[in-house]
């Protein structure tokens, strides 16, 4: 397979991944903590780098892990302090953690594959060139064979917990009650968030995983109002935005990186205009149907109580006024005879019906 | 009488201010139970305190028998603050969520659980809502449906936090019929309450609250103006028979 196939392939296997984790944190209101990671897995990742001098072990995955879980921890804590807000709180704690990774590296490793390119935009262009050999085999890239086993884990995770994990985030009072554990599944699948960030952050980089677990979620919420088919929709969003990033990267030959995150964003922004009910567009073809409606009502009102002179009262501009009037006579609701304004039958019924 | 709910010394407090304090209260089985009070009283404290979601200083919570060993024993409909009114659910899933209890880890709900969530939506009578968003309904309906979830976990005692606040009056009689027919099939109802008017009617029980216990017992011994009175350190009388 040729080089740039095995970019795109790691590039969607890697945002579906990224998507269905988002999903969960975007319905438990904690999208920000996929900022907090993407920063704090760093520190543990240049911690256990210093001691095993190892890009690939998996040490380094586990000790990344577990700093992010140390985010999450530290920030509860601050927040159950009750001194700074809850945004705020997690604000503080991924900042500083990620400080002290970037200390790490400035002081520790300058000449090394860590350096501030690599921490933002991950190095996806190269990754088809890192390959995973394992007894002579080739097993293709090595950021695919991760990512495939990190996607295969999280949707596992989320078809099997499905019913403990809606239960747990919507209700965690009852899901308690119900002897669902719903903080240990919190912990649990916050772990595993915390190591698709880290899986993820050699391919795509802290800024783009940011935008992957966001941007498709948050278009699939506008779409969709039940968990299992927002997860679907999203990874959907997700292997699109892949798909429509990569092309412009080739198209304007640049690291796919940047056109991705864009991509995925620009998918949102359309999702946000043109989604059907929740759109912006949808949402004013609402108010102004209803905007219709009522001025229908109303004028039907005035003219059965007050005749066309009580029509003037209303507050709209003539030109509305006279549209509205059109639009009833047309629809058989007024007539005219001899000058005077009447409602007709029909248009009693629906006056009387819309107060009913 | 049998007891559903007995508290034991029972103290709660948020910081520096006392929520419940030193409690000893009965809450009768098979009976409905009307928590009044003055806001600050600490009535929803009090149903947190039996379901066990905010800390104890002092004293215990013990439940009857029968429901002290399951989770599904105690439905509780939430108060409305306390609900993600935008979570990607529908009305349908929230309902069959009260099988839960009932079904294993990782089972999913079968086609007995969905038969029974049907049906508890027929009882409060939401079944053309089935598949609409929760945040889509109008106050009334949210309580229904949290209702018809307490239902479907066939619990033997409910709990309800203002069920009728911002609630239109159909809505209120329907919900206190499908509450009075649960007590005659042998259930245990409990309410927060704020309408002082309505307790004669609606309560075997009352539980006067201020803090600190200021009655409890049978409705037309223990809700007189004395003790009314006593809980809201306002003349009682005038409050309790506004509409006689």
Same mark, same amino acid.
């Given at each position: 397979m040729p080089t740039e196939l095995w970019t795109l392939a790691i590039a969607t296997v890697t945002s579906v991944t990224c998507a269905l984790c988002g999903s969960l944190l975007l319905v438990a209101r904690k999208s920000m903590v996929s900022e907090g990671l993407s920063h704090a897995v760093l520190p543990g990742l240049v911690l256990a780098f210093v001691l095993v001098r190892d890009y690939n072990s998996p040490w380094l995955i586990l000790s990344a892990a577990a700093s992010g879980m140390v985010m999450v921890w530290l920030t509860q804590l601050v927040q159950r302090?009750?001194? #700074? &807000?809850d945004d705020a709180g997690l604000g503080i704690v991924f900042a500083g953690m990620f400080s002290v990774g970037i200390l790490l590296v400035t002081a520790?490793?300058?000449?090394?594959?860590?350096?501030a390119d690599c921490i933002v935009d991950g190095n996806l262009a190269l990754a088809p060139l890192d390959r995973l050999e394992i007894g002579g085999t080739d097993w293709g890239p090595r950021s695919w064979v991760v990512m495939c086993v990190m996607l295969f884990v999280v949707t596992t995770f989320v078809v099997v917990a499905f019913k403990e994990l809606r239960a747990g985030i919507f209700d965690p009072t009852l899901a308690r009650r119900f002897g669902l554990r719903p903080a240990l599944l919190q912990f649990v699948w916050l772990g595993i968030v915390s190591t698709t960030t880290v899986a993820a952050f050699n391919v795509a980089g802290s800024i783009l995983i940011v935008a992957l677990m966001i941007a498709p979620p948050a278009a699939a919420c506008l779409l969709t109002d039940r968990l299992d088919r927002l997860m679907v929709v999203a990874s959907l969003v997700a292997v699109a935005g892949s798909i429509g990033g990569f092309q412009v990267a080739v198209l304007i030959d640049v690291s796919p990186t940047g056109p991705i995150a864009s991509f995925a964003g620009l998918l949102f922004l359309l999702v946000f205009a043109f989604a059907p009910r929740r759109g912006l567009v949808a949402k004013w073809w609402e108010r102004v149907q209803h905007r219709a409606e009522i001025g229908e009502l109303l004028v039907l009102e005035m003219v059965s109580t007050?005749?066309?002179?009580? #029509? &003037?009262?209303?507050?709209?501009p003539p030109a509305e006024r006279v549209r509205t009037i059109a639009r009833l006579m047309a629809g058989g609701h007024l007539h005219e005879s001899n000058g005077e304004l009447q409602v007709t039958p029909a248009g009693e019924e629906r006056l009387a019906a819309a107060l009913r | 009488m049998e007891v559903a709910i007995e508290t034991r010394q029972l103290t709660v407090a948020y910081g520096a201010q006392p929520a419940l304090w030193n409690v000893d209260v009965r809450i009768p089985l098979l009976k409905m139970t009307g928590i009044v009070g003055p806001n600050g009283a600490g009535k929803s404290t009090l149903l947190k305190a039996i379901l066990g979601t905010v800390p104890r200083l002092s004293g215990e919570v013990v439940l009857h028998r029968d429901a002290g060993? =399951?989770?599904?024993a105690v439905g509780y409909v939430p108060q409305? =603050?306390?609900?993600?009114?935008? *979570?990607?659910?529908t009305v349908f899933d929230l309902v069959t969520m009260g099988t839960y209890g009932r079904l294993r880890w990782f089972q999913r709900p079968g086609k007995r659980e969905r038969e029974e969530a049907r049906e508890a939506l027929a009882q409060v009578r939401m079944e053309e809502f089935a598949d609409r968003q929760i945040g889509e309904l109008s106050g009334g309906q949210q309580q229904r449906v949290f209702l018809a979830r307490a239902l479907v976990q066939q619990a033997s005692i409910y709990l309800m936090d203002e069920? *009728?606040?911002?609630?239109?009056a159909k809505t209120e009689n329907m919900l206190i019929d499908v509450l009075h027919r649960l007590r005659d099939e042998g259930n245990t109802i409990v309410l927060v309450h704020h309408d002082l008017t309505t307790v004669a009617d609606y309560f075997d029980h009352v539980v006067l609250l201020n803090r600190k216990l200021v009655a409890s017992g049978a409705t037309a011994t223990t809700f007189t103006p004395e003790n009314v009175e006593h809980a809201y350190g306002v003349a009682g009388q005038h409050l309790v028979q506004r509409h006689p």
């Open positions: 302090s009750g001194l #700074v &807000d520790n490793l300058r000449n090394t594959h860590f350096h007050g005749g066309r002179e009580a #029509v &003037d009262t209303i507050v709209a | 060993r =399951n989770g599904t409305r =603050n306390a609900v993600d009114w935008d *979570f990607p659910i069920p *009728f606040a911002s609630v239109d």
